[in-house]
């Protein structure tokens, strides 16, 4: 019998290398350690990679011994507590006059809002710029201002190797996607265990509705983590060379649904989820997003949910000072295609760490919000046509918007598509109504009232 191989399982080359920048990001002092680098993947180069799983492994776990740098400039605690104490002093406060009737509204327009953005850039996602450009351009599309068609010549199709599934005029619902799935994921973990849910209710949860292949990145080394029992307060610092990308910052967007106007309690919900599969930047950008939509509850004015949102993360933090500079480039002036041009020479969008890494991701959902001015459309449209992960950012950016401005007032041709149907590889949620998912929100947080006053 041929061995049983699932490449997405092992560590490869690839990971090595994800790995180097990594520590490299965390400020860590690799000086005395490069040889071994070169020198792994230099085996692994040449001969067969699944000979070299554990001598990978036991490196990385030599790599968390590394000390930081001296002139290293940011400070990232871990603990809940060390990280409270490092938020800034804009805060937003309690809760403004709650009218359940607009609560509901704009949670069903968080959830409206987050498909809609993602299925608008579900289709390219992966793709580069350029070409995400040159297709809307042949296709008159641009500037992007819809959901994406592909009925077009098929020279266009073999040209830009387009996959059909997800176009606009392909589909009936909203697709699957990992950004839905967690936020799904999310529901079902306050539903059966309340707020007051443990890193370890989110870790049986996890196993319990998500097979192992519906995961990616540091959902799934942690899967894997977790199955070979490691404990959740390790899974996410043990042989992850992903700690820091995105999968946390889409995760958490449940977390400010079921606590508007309380971003505290939102964050604390988004760190206990997160912390399990990423630490630092990858935990705060969780938590960034999840106060920014608890505050667009009771806030219109974008710029103002971006700088209350900020206060909710540590202010020396590597992902505070990407958000401060795109804040300063708005109150500087330059332009949407100024501060666009700026993300593409500061991240390099073919370097998946880049590509995929927190920082860069949630500083063009910031753009996206602050270019948006104040329109749903605009809005998703500028944070998908930018590049890099689109469907996570269009989702992000739809469901912040879609909270804000309520579903009453989501535009039809983003909705309407939609058909109120929503796909998910979550246990028990193969095809359900989005009204649905959302009511059960609305009923969640009612519940928790109670929690939110304690």
Partial sequence: MDEFKIYWLYFTEDDINIEKQQIVDEGKDIYEIQDEFDSLVKKIKHQEFLEYQEEIGLFFDKLQKLPLRKDFQFFEPISFDEVKKEWGQFYFGSMKEVNDKKIKDKIYGGWFGRCAGCLLGKPIEGWKREKIINFLKETGQFPLKHYMRSDFSSDITEKYKISKNCFINNIENMVEDDD?????????????????????????????????LRTCTAERVVYKNLVNLKSPEISAFFRNPYREWIGAQIRTDFYGYINPGEPEKAV?????????????????????ISAMISIAFFEDDVEKIVKYGLNYIPQKSRLAEGIKEILDYKEKGLSYEEVSNIIHKKWDEKNPHHWCHVISNAQIVTIGLLWGNGDFGESICKAVSIGFDTDCNGATVGSIMGVKIGKKNLPEKWIKP?????????????????????????????????????
């Fill in 180 to 212: 839905l799935n967690y936020t799904v994921l999310a529901l079902t973990l306050v539903e059966k265990y309340g707020y007051n849910f443990t890193p370890i209710d989110f870790s049986k949860n996890l196993l319990e509705k998500i097979p192992i």
């Fill in 268 to 288: 604390e919900l988004a760190y206990k989820d997160a912390s399990v599969t990423h630490i630092k930047n990858g935990v705060y950008g969780a938590m960034f």
């Fill in 418 to 454: 939609l058909n109120n149907k929503i796909e998910t590889g979550v246990t028990g949620f193969s095809k359900v109504k989005i009204t649905d998912l959302a009511k059960k929100t609305f009923e969640i947080y009612k519940k928790g009232e109670h929690h939110r006053k304690s």
